[in-house]
C-alpha cells in the first residue's frame, strides 16, 4: 500500500471505548502473522526484531505504533506480509491458521510457576487498568458529546451545499487520474494518549500536494472529505482514510498514495502542517452573525471539553502504568530461549514473506 516508510495508529480509545482497526489491516495482507500471547511485552519484542530486519534490507516498513505505550509497536506492514500483536484488545482472528494466517505463539515462552505465583498481583493490577480505562472512556463520551453539539450548532449556521461544491471541485482539480482497483485502508494518524491527542505527520509531510481544511468544528470538513473519498473510489484510486480517533464515524483525513496527495483537518488538536500547503478556511461557508450568537455556548463547551479531557489523559496514565506493571511481570517471566526462538521464526517469516 505505501510506497515509502510510514506510520500509523490502528487503535485507541473512542468515545464508544476501545475502536481498533487490526482485523481490517490484516485482511490486506496475503500473509498475515499473528502474534499470541505475552501482552505487549513479548509482542513487542518480535515486531522490534522483525523492523530491523526489514529496515536494514532496504524495504519500505508501515509502521503501526501502540496508543497505550509511546514508542511501542502493534503492528508492521511489508508487501504482502504484515505482524500483527494479536493479544486484547487488537484480537484479529485466524480464519485459515497455517494455510493463510500464520500464528506465533508466546504462551510456552514464559515460566508458568512464576505467572502462577504473581497470579494475584496480576489480577489486582489488572483490574486496576480495567477501571481506570473504563473511567477514561466515560470521561471521553462526555467531552465527544459536548464537541459534537458544538458541531451541530455550528451546522445550524453553515451551507452544506456551498461546501459539497466545493467538495467536488476539489476531486476534478486534484483526483484526476484514474486507477482501476482502487482500495480503502483504514489508519489513524492521530490518537488519544496518556500524553495528550499525538499525531503521527509522517505520512503526510512527504506529499507533493497537499490540502488543509482549516475546520475548528468539522462540520463543514467532514462532509467535503466524503465528497472526495466517493469520487475516489468511483475513479479506482487507493484511499488512505483516517477517522477521527474520538468519534470514528467523523472523517478528518485522506491520503491519496499514487497521486502523492493529502487532504487533511485542521483544529485545535493539529494545525502544524510542513511546506507550503493549500488552506481552505471552511467559516467562509458559515453565517457570521450566527456563529457571533452562539459563541458564548462554543466556548463554553469547548472548555469544557477540554478540561473533560485532561481527565482522559489522566486515567489513561494511570491505566498505563498498571499494564506497566503486568508487563514487567510477563517480562520477568520470560523464557529466553523460547522467546528467542520464536524471534528467528519470525524473522523467517519476514526473510520469505518480504522477498529478502
Given amino acids: 500500500m505505501q510506497a515509502r516508510d510510514c506510520s500509523f495508529y490502528l487503535g485507541g480509545l473512542s468515545c464508544g471505548g476501545y475502536r481498533g482497526y ?13 502474534i499470541e500471547g505475552g501482552f505487549s511485552s513479548g509482542a513487542g519484542k518480535i515486531l522490534e526484531a522483525v523492523r530491523q530486519q ?24 511489508c508487501k504482502g506480509l504484515c505482524f500483527v500483536n494479536a493479544t486484547s484488545p487488537h484480537a484479529p482472528k485466524a480464519v485459515l491458521p497455517t494455510a493463510v494466517e500464520q500464528v506465533l505463539s508466546l504462551y510456552d515462552a514464559y515460566d508458568q510457576n512464576i505467572l502462577v505465583s504473581k497470579r494475584e498481583e496480576l489480577s489486582a493490577w489488572t483490574e486496576s487498568g480495567d477501571r481506570a480505562f473504563r473511567r ?34 476539489l476531486a476534478k482539480r486534484y483526483l484526476k487520474q484514474s486507477g482501476a482497483n482502487g482500495r480503502v485502508h483504514v489508519r489513524l494518524l492521530s490518537a488519544v494518549t496518556s500524553g495528550g491527542i499525538c499525531f503521527l505527520p509522517d505520512a503526510i509531510s512527504s506529499v507533493e500536494t ?14 467535503i472529505l466524503h465528497i472526495l473519498q466517493q469520487y ?17 464515524k467523523h472523517l478528518e483525513h485522506l491520503i491519496f498514495p499514487q497521486l502523492s496527495t493529502a487532504f487533511v483537518t485542521a483544529n485545535r488538536y493539529h494545525s ?3 511546506g507550503n500547503p493549500r488552506r481552505i478556511h ?25 478540561e473533560l479531557m485532561e481527565q482522559v489523559f489522566g486515567a489513561l496514565t494511570e491505566a498505563g502504568e498498571a499494564q506497566k506493571a503486568v508487563d514487567a511481570v510477563y517480562s520477568a517471566a520470560e523464557i ?12 523467517e517469516l519476514a526473510s520469505s514473506g518480504a522477498g529478502l
Fill in 22 to 34: 487490526f482485523q481490517e489491516f490484516a485482511d490486506e495482507f496475503s500473509v498475515p502473522v499473528l
Fill in 54 to 77: 526489514l529496515a536494514q534490507s532496504g524495504q519500505c516498513v508501515e509502521t503501526i505504533y501502540c496508543s497505550a505505550h509511546a514508542g511501542k509497536l502493534d503492528a508492521l506492514g
Fill in 136 to 169: 477514561a472512556a466515560r470521561y471521553l463520551t462526555a467531552a465527544a458529546a459536548l464537541i459534537r453539539e458544538n458541531e451541530q450548532a455550528v451546522l445550524t449556521c453553515t451551507d452544506l451545499s456551498k461546501a459539497e461544491q466545493l467538495g467536488h471541485a
Fill in 210 to 223: 497537499l490540502v488543509v481544511l482549516e475546520d475548528e468544528y468539522g462540520a463543514a470538513a467532514d462532509r
Fill in 232 to 248: 475516489a473510489a468511483e475513479h479506482g484510486l487507493d484511499i488512505i482514510a483516517c477517522p477521527c480517533p474520538v468519534r470514528p
Fill in 272 to 274: 502544524e502542517y510542513s
Fill in 282 to 306: 471552511c467559516t467562509r461557508f458559515s453565517e457570521k452573525s450566527g456563529l457571533r450568537a452562539r459563541r458564548a455556548r462554543l466556548r463554553f463547551n469547548r472548555k469544557m471539553a477540554e
Fill in 336 to 347: 529466553p530461549e523460547k522467546m528467542e526462538k520464536v524471534c528467528i521464526r519470525a524473522k
